[in-house]
């Protein structure tokens, strides 16, 4: 009994030194007095004076005090190195995010520059092309027309409204064609936006997890007890987590809802017809009765 007091900590130790949250909150600091983020703000100071304060930590060169506080310390320094870490892999895949969208943004202009021709031919000729396919398609329809009804109407006016119509159709899928594709662009960066953030959330946790363990398994070696668990910032991490999986769902079933109601409704017409077919067959027995 007397050996295995021996190697835990004083009383007064447990209370001097970081237990298990504090450390934790040690690690954070650690991690806001080198983010350039926050360079030069209060909080960054008040960060450098917590580490500071930690680090002036002594202890009794051989004692379990001293075990104690360098396993800390260890695990303190891999906390911060861990977010910060996390933080710059975020930080790159947010900058691939915007250079992908700028690269597509421009492959768009390229595009436009070398046909720029064509659609400058396309501007003038399009509604007189639209115009001119509106007035046959009249013409055309104008062959089932009464007489009657052609007489009191006339035939060119008809026809020409109706080039009219195909002119703003034309020019109505051109502008949603333009922005479904400039949509699908914003689209995929905020989904690349949303991951980039959703993977550093899942990394911090991770991170916090791990150290966390480490510090209790630590506690536990050299104070023999159990340290309880307490509130911390995990509780909210793993919200926040569980909301942007939420949210990402949303947006990709919003993203696919066109298509999800094209399949659908496929579905339902093909239903209707089986189940048309089903009632307009004679039953199998009828059949044989008839034959007979």
Known sequence: MNILSALHL??????????????LNIGYAMHSADDPAIKGKVTQHNARGIVDNFLAL????????????????????????GITRRKAQYTRDLK???????????????????????????RLLGPVILALSGYLFAHMLGLFVP????????????????GLVFVAIGRTVSFYLGDLQRNKIETEY?????????????????????????????????????????????????GDIETRRALER???IFNTGYIRFGKRLVRILRGKRIHD???LAPPSGEMAAEKK
């Not at 002594?58 to 190195?81: D, K, M, Q, T």
């Not at 691939?96 to 720029?116: F, K, L, V």
């Not at 905020?190 to 899942?202: D, H, K, P, V």
């Open 190 to 238: 905020n989904s690349r936006c949303y991951m980039a953030f959703l993977t550093y959330e899942i990394g911090k946790l991770k991170e916090y997890r791990v150290c966390r363990q480490q510090l209790c398994e630590a506690w536990l070696q050299y104070t023999g007890e159990e340290y309880p668990a307490t509130a911390s910032y995990c509780m909210v991490m793993e």
């Open 10 to 23: 004083r009383p007064e130790s447990k209370i001097r030194l970081p237990n298990v949250d504090e450390a």
């Open 96 to 122: 691939a995010a915007e250079y992908r969208r700028r690269q597509q943004r421009q492959r768009i202009r390229q595009s436009r520059r070398s046909t720029d021709w064509l659609n400058s031919a396309w």
């Open 277 to 279: 077919r089903a009632k």
């Open 250 to 252: 949303h947006l990709q």
């Open 147 to 162: 007489e009657d009804v052609a007489k009191e109407t006339g035939t060119k006016v008809p026809a020409l409204l109706m």
């Open 58 to 81: 002594e202890a009794e060169p051989g004692s379990p005090e001293e075990a104690y506080l360098n396993c800390v310390r260890a695990i303190v320094h891999s906390l911060a190195r």
